[in-house]
C-alpha cells in the first residue's frame, strides 16, 4: 500500500476556518490527494475531521498576565508554552511537509526541519511583520525608539530563521523581496491571496449601500468611515453601512458607538462581529460597494489586501486608498474611484458618484467581475502552491534515497 503524502500546517493567530489557510491551500492539498493536518492555537481545546476532510487540532492559548507585554514575556519564559505544545503535537504527526504560517512559530521551525523523518519546511509570510510592529505598536508611543529598536531585531531574527527552510511564501512582491535578499531567488515566491468567490455571487436585492469586510481598526479608516457616512446621509437620508469584522480595541469599539449616537447614524451603521467565511459571500451579495480606507502607514503601502479580490469578484465597484496595491489595482482594472483615505469628505464624494452614477457603476462593477474571472482567481494560484509541493517532495525523496 503506497503511504499517503501527510501535510501538516501551523497557526497560532488564525482560526480554525481562515480563508487562505484552510478554505484555500488545505483544502486545495486534500483535494489533491494529500493527507492534511492543521494545528493552531485557539480559544479552546478541540480535535476532529471536518466535512471537507481535513484533520484538525486545536490547543487553548495559556495566558500568563492580564497585562499583554508581561504576558509576552513570561509566555516565552515558561519552557512548557504553547509553542512547546504546538511542536509536541507536529512530532505526532511524522508530517512530510510542514506549512506555518505566522510570525513566533519560527520558534519551532529549526526544530520542525530536524525532525527524523527530514521534512520540508514552508514559512508562509502574510505581513511584513516588522512594519507592522513599528506602525500599530509604536505608532505615537513614548517609547517608539525601544520598539522599533525591537522591531529591527525582529527582522534580522526572520530572516535568520528563513535561512534554514526549504521554501517561503508572501502574498505579495514587497515582502517576497525582502526574504529574496538573503536566499536564494528560487527559495522564495508569491502566491497571491486570490480568490473563488465569484462562483458565488448572485444577483439579490441591495440592503447596504457600503460594505467594509475585515479586521476593524482605527488604521483601517473606522472613523473616516463613520466621518463619511455623516456626510453622505445629507443626501442619502436611508444610506445603509455595514462593518462586517472584529473591532481588535475596545477602546476603538467604544469611540465608533459613541460618534454613531452623537451623529444619529444608528438607523444607517451596522456594526456586525465577523461570520464564518462562506457566510460572508451573504453580504456581498446584498452590498453596492465596498470600502478599503485604509491610512497611509507604511505597512499599508506593502500588504495586499484581500478584499480587493473579494469586492471584484462579487461585483462591487470599491472606494480606496489612492497608495499601496489597493490604489494599483483599482486604477488598473478600472474597478472604482481612489481616494485622501484621511479626507471623509473626498470618500463621501467618490460613494455618491457611484449611487448616482449608474453607467460608471455598471462599468466598474463589470471590470470587477471580469478581472477576477480572467487573472484573480484561486485556481491560478492553487497550480502554483501544486507546483511548489512538487518540487519539495520530489527534493525530498531524492534525499531521503540518497541517505
Known sequence: MIKKIKICFLADKHDLFDDR?????AVSLRERGYDVYYLLIGDEVKKGITKEGIKYEILKIKTFSKNRYLNFILK???????YKKLLDKAKEINADVYHFHDLWINKIGKRLKLLPQKPSVIYDVHDPFAINIKDYVGGQSKIKWLINLYADYIDHWEKRCAKQYDFIITT???VRDRFRKVLPVEKVNVIYNYTYLHEYRKDMPKKYNLIYCGGITKFRGAIEIIEAVRILKQDFKDLKMIF???IFLKELKEK?????KKYDLTDNIIIKNSVSYHEVIWYYNQSKIGLGIFLPIKTHKIILQIKIFEYMAMGLPIVGSNFGHINDYILKDKVGITVNPTNPEKIAEAVKELLQNEELYNEFKTNGINAVEKKYTWSIMENKLFSIYD???AERINVTNYD
Not at 465608533?256 to 454613531?260: A, E, F
Open 21 to 25: 489557510i484552510y478554505w484555500k491551500m
Open 76 to 82: 516565552n519564559l515558561n519552557p512548557n508554552n504553547n
Open 172 to 174: 505579495e512582491e514587497n
Open 244 to 246: 462586517l469584522g472584529p
Open 256 to 260: 465608533m458607538i459613541g460618534l454613531i
Open 391 to 393: 518540487k519539495l517532495l
